[in-house]
């Protein structure tokens, strides 16, 4: 949304500093994300009074002027191409040196024989419009020497709002404004329009009606469920050319191109009020009549985009006697359009279901502003001064008669929404004391209506917020106009719940905490992307065409953040992310069934140096992760993620898997990524989250009898894992073997065939006596014969 600071100015009378203003609106209702100032570059162009036109000795069509330019170097001449030049009239001058829009920069230059110094200017090169064959005469007091921008009021900021989706009434200037003067103090008046005078007949002519007659043009309302209210109006006499200057700077100042006066009317009250409006010509409307009806399945109707489009019942169509006209809330057709022969109008304001607009715009795939306002939901209840605004501008801009009264079609009228405050719980929920004054105060200055009713206050709530419907909302309110940063933010006494969090949010909870602690940062990514799988949910109307599916996998989501840490030139990543991921749902025979299947998953990724580097390092380099790192941070994710799962290396020695009970869990191994030449290795993993949490650790009281530590260098032939050896191990020397962990392994010439060395250290105790010597040795014994008949594991000779 576009907002401009001088449009804002002209409604609440005051001059405003667009820092401020835009500081301000950030902090209470919607986030300015940039401010972009206008024809700014215009601050070295001057006012200038032409004093004396000759025709130029060298070229017929050329003209030396005598200009002056005020200061005390006298008058200048200028060389000129215009036709339109005249002694006495101000223009406006580029001197030598200054620079225009789009850089051109002016130097003094001949031209044809003749010495220019600096230029008269048309709108076009000021970037004020296209019109390039006249110089852009100027209708101001100002002397000689004024600065352009200082004569004529045309330097502007536009604010780039990121309107939230449920403050529709911040989609157009009043609705800012009325913000505004709520933060910064004002009174929000809609500005004079030039040449308007009063609308007679003056209002709206309603009743709990759905036809009627409004001047010769029939009405019918045959869809109060699409399109609850209907007001229409009759112009006639209008002339339809193009918007005065003033009219077309407004819209200018928001993003929008001029097309003529009568379009431009209605799109400055959409701008404006937040109020889409149509102009039909009359002429072109069968009947003539207006039909607000459903649509009949495959209706055609070829819209202003010059897209033939079918219509389907579950659409809302504005139609003249026989054919459809518009598509109601979305976009209109070339076959009712107002063109330059258009003399008599019909004005269209009606207020079309939300949801209703937002299912055609997404069918038909056509967005619009009115479209985009529409689904948002408009004030129901301002119409009637919508229209009345309107029909100012358009007999201002356009001329025309309004021989009768709009007629206002509305089967079931709404009152408007009445919620109950109370001061008390305004207190309760923000902690702090808010004077029951303040508290209306607060809500009028954004048109809201507060009466006292016993201890509670009745607030009335304006048609244009249709996102506040309960006490919460209406505290909200009085919390951001108050000043969230005016809450207190220290921690005060409160009652803990009793009811535990949710055995999801528990699992998620404990494995966050726990990579933290193994110094890994969490990373949020979006679940959507290219399919990564066969079996990956496609989404049914996608952004775009690399966000079309949702994802089976938070790896390659992850890849793509360390490829954007790289591009930032950091070498040392280490993220992690718990989130939901998805499949497609099989019935059966595989045929796709339901709902996609989704379960929480943990991923992870691990890159560069080891441990951050330390000064008593010197020039020693940090050595790289390794697989053997991405094995202690896998088995610490699988720990938390899903106890009881088993950790086994993959068959081809670069990974390994996470299974529970035969199903796969998770794997880890490296990965591949655009990486530049100075990265290290890229590992990752990805484990499924379980909800069942680990068994707590119980006591244990310190062992009071001494252990026996042995060392066990055995040779393991080819594909022996040492896990499978430490299971022989753990079962043969059961409640004496309190520890068991590698601390060497060899590979070498002396040992060949695949074969390789592992040294094991055993740590024998017996809790309740001293441990001898030879029960040890008994034990060991066992072992070593275990592991020669089961793995063909021996005991290696020294």
Request: net charge neutral; with cysteine; hydrophobic share 40%.
């Amino acid at each position: 949304m576009i907002v401009s600071r001088r449009w804002l100015e002209a409604l609440l009378g005051r001059s405003l500093d667009v820092r401020e203003v835009a500081e301000r609106l950030t902090m209470t209702c919607a986030a300015v994300e940039t401010v972009v100032p206008l024809h700014q570059d215009l601050g070295d162009v001057l006012v200038a009074q032409v004093l004396e036109t000759k025709p130029h000795p060298n070229a017929d069509r050329l003209t030396l002027c005598m200009v002056d330019v005020g200061g005390s170097g006298g008058p200048v001449e200028v060389v000129c191409g215009a036709p339109n030049v005249q002694a006495g009239k101000k223009y406006p001058f580029a001197p030598v040196g200054a620079e225009l829009p789009g850089g051109l920069k002016l130097e003094r230059r001949k031209i044809r024989g003749v010495e220019s110094n600096g230029m008269l200017c048309s709108a076009k090169e000021l970037g004020l419009g296209q019109d390039h064959a006249g110089i852009l005469e100027l209708d101001t007091p100002a002397a000689p020497g004024t600065r352009f921008l200082d004569a004529v009021p045309i330097s502007d900021d536009q604010l780039v709002l990121d309107v939230p989706a449920n403050r529709p009434d911040l989609l157009c200037q009043k609705g800012v404004a009325r913000e505004v003067a709520a933060v910064l103090g004002g009174t929000v008046k809609l500005p004079e329009i030039p040449g308007a005078h009063a609308v007679t007949p003056s209002g709206a002519r309603g009743r709990p009606s759905d036809k009627g007659k409004v001047d010769g043009v029939e009405l019918r309302l045959e869809d109060p469920e699409g399109c609850p209210r209907y007001i229409a109006a009759v112009i006639r006499g209008a002339r339809v050319g193009p918007s005065p200057a003033w009219l077309g700077a407004r819209l200018a100042a928001v993003g929008q191109r001029s097309i003529n006066n009568v379009v431009d009317a209605t799109n400055y009250i959409l701008f404006e009020l937040n109020q889409p409006l149509h102009a039909f010509d009359l002429a072109r409307l069968r009947g003539p009549a207006v039909v607000i009806r459903r649509a009949r399945a495959g209706e055609p109707i070829t819209t202003l985009d010059g897209v033939a489009r079918k219509l389907t019942p579950e659409m809302t169509a504005i139609c003249d006697a026989e054919r459809p006209t518009i598509v109601a809330g979305v976009m209109g057709s070339a076959e009712s359009e107002v063109s330059d022969k258009t003399t008599d109008l019909v004005l269209e304001c009606a207020y079309f279901q939300p949801t209703r607009i937002r299912r055609t715009r997404r069918a038909l795939g056509l967005t619009s502003e009115s479209s985009y306002r529409f689904e948002r939901g408009i004030d129901l209840l301002g119409m009637p001064d919508a229209m009345r605004r309107a029909i100012e501008v358009i007999t201002a801009v356009a001329g025309g008669e309004l021989r009768e009264a709009p007629l206002d079609l509305w089967p079931k009228p709404e009152q408007p929404r009445t919620v109950f405050l109370r001061p008390a719980r305004v207190n309760h929920l923000l902690g702090v004391d808010v004077p029951r004054g303040d508290v209306e105060r607060l809500l009028s200055a954004v048109g809201f209506v507060a009466a006292p009713k016993d201890e509670r206050l009745a607030v009335q709530v304006p048609g244009w917020r249709p996102d506040v419907a309960r006490e919460a909302d209406l505290i909200e309110e009085v919390a951001r106009l108050r000043g969230y940063d005016a809450l207190p933010d220290e921690l005060r006494p409160y009652r803990p719940g009793t009811v535990p969090d949710a055995p999801p949010l528990r699992a998620r909870t404990r494995v966050r905490e726990q990579l933290v602690r193994a110094g890994m940062l969490e990373a949020r990514t979006i679940p959507l992307g290219a399919p990564d799988a066969p079996d990956a949910v496609e989404i049914r109307n996608p952004l775009s065409a690399e966000e079309s599916h949702l994802r089976s996998r938070l790896l390659p989501g992850l890849v793509r953040r360390v490829e954007h840490n790289w591009a930032g030139s950091v070498r040392d990543v280490r993220l992690f992310e718990v989130g939901t991921v998805f499949k497609t749902g099989k019935g059966e025979g595989g045929r796709v069934k339901g709902a996609p299947e989704e379960w929480t998953s943990l991923a992870g990724v691990l890159t560069g140096a080891r441990r951050p580097r330390h000064w008593s390092d010197g020039d020693a380099k940090v050595p790289d992760m390794d697989l053997w790192d991405l094995k202690y941070h896998f088995e610490l994710a699988v720990q938390v993620a899903a106890p009881g799962a088993l950790v086994q290396p993959l068959q081809d020695g670069r990974g390994w898997a996470a299974t529970a009970g035969g199903a796969p869990l998770g794997w880890a191994g490296s990965l591949e990524a655009d990486a530049p030449r100075w990265a290290a290795a890229l590992f990752g993993f990805e484990v499924s989250v379980s909800e069942s949490a680990p068994e707590r650790p119980a006591y244990r009281p310190l062992p009071a009898t001494p252990a026996i530590v042995h060392d066990l260098a055995l040779v393991l032939p080819a594909g022996v894992a040492a896990e499978a050896v430490a299971v022989v191990l753990q079962r043969v020397g059961g409640t004496l073997l309190e520890q068991l962990e590698v601390f060497d392994e060899y590979r070498g010439p002396k040992l060949t065939g695949g074969k390789r060395g592992v040294a094991w250290r055993l740590t024998f105790r017996e809790p309740t006596r001293t441990l001898r010597e030879a029960e040890v040795e008994k034990v060991i014994t066992a072992a070593l014969k275990a592991l020669e008949e089961e793995l063909d594991v021996r005991r290696r000779a020294s």
